[in-house]
């Protein structure tokens, strides 16, 4: 057996599981849904108010799509592996060829095609309610914007396998996200702006990878500016988190 078709199997198996949980299915596409809805319908932006929401709608694409890259892999690839330490699981897989790597890829790829769904959903939205003429979206766009997502997930797939390995159960999984992603969603250049926070803050920024997630997101859909170094460094992050994140997962419990 191939590690494709290991890789092939575990993903069928964990897009079945995941299916399967129509509530996790529901929340899981419902809830972008409800943010745009509240954030750029009810509450709407304001170009010549000032404060949050200042900026036209084209703006804060990166951030609907940052909360379901950043929300969605972080609890999902944690509580799996939460999971699969309580059921002892990992003491399963171990008697099978399938590496710590390669399910982490598995899941991660099962990942991609979720939030790649959700994505869709969230672009079909925001061209449904608001107004986007200032948001480049051409095929070739459109493609990289894929990209920057697909590595984005593989980074917290990553991030996520490391706290389902290191806390000790899936409660604790669920409050370590929560905890972690909250800041990460509201100061890595989502939704607040760099000149709304104090200007000693604004280089921590950059210590989220969140922020080149965002920020290349915007560059390639609305400010049109170079985007290139955003995507390296957030690539390389993804290598670092998922490499960690693989030789974390237990083989035995």
């Not at 897009?15 to 409800?34: E, G, Q």
Request: charged share 15%.
């Amino acid at each position: 057996m191939t590690a494709t078709s290991r890789v092939r199997a575990e993903a069928t198996a964990a897009w079945h599981a995941f299916v399967r949980r129509r509530t996790a299915v529901f929340f899981t596409f419902f809830f972008p849904v409800i943010l745009i809805l509240i954030f750029a319908v009810l509450v709407r932006t304001d170009p010549a108010g000032g404060g949050l929401f200042a900026e036209p709608a084209g703006y804060y694409l990166p951030g609907y799509l940052a909360v379901v890259v950043l929300f969605t892999p972080l609890s999902r690839v944690g509580s799996t592996v939460a999971r699969h330490r309580e059921g002892n699981r990992f003491e399963k897989l171990a008697t099978t060829p399938l590496t710590r790597a390669e399910w982490l890829l598995a899941h991660t790829l099962v990942n991609v095609v979720i939030i790649g769904i959700a994505g869709l959903l969230i672009l079909g939205l925001m061209v449904a309610v608001t107004d986007t003429a200032t948001l480049a979206l051409g095929p070739a766009n459109l493609l990289l914007v894929a990209v920057f997502v697909a590595v984005a997930v593989a980074l917290f797939c990553g991030f996520g396998a490391i706290l389902g390995s290191l806390a000790d159960s899936q409660d604790g999984v669920i409050a370590a996200s929560n905890t972690i992603a909250l800041p990460l969603l509201f100061l890595s250049e989502t939704f607040v702006t760099p000149d709304l926070l104090p200007a000693w803050f604004r280089p921590a920024m950059d210590l989220s990878p969140l922020t080149y997630f965002a920020r290349g997101v915007r560059d390639l859909t609305y400010s049109g500016a170079p985007f290139g170094d955003d995507l390296l460094v957030l690539a390389a992050l993804a290598v670092g988190f998922f490499a960690v994140g693989a030789a974390l997962i237990p083989r035995t419990d």
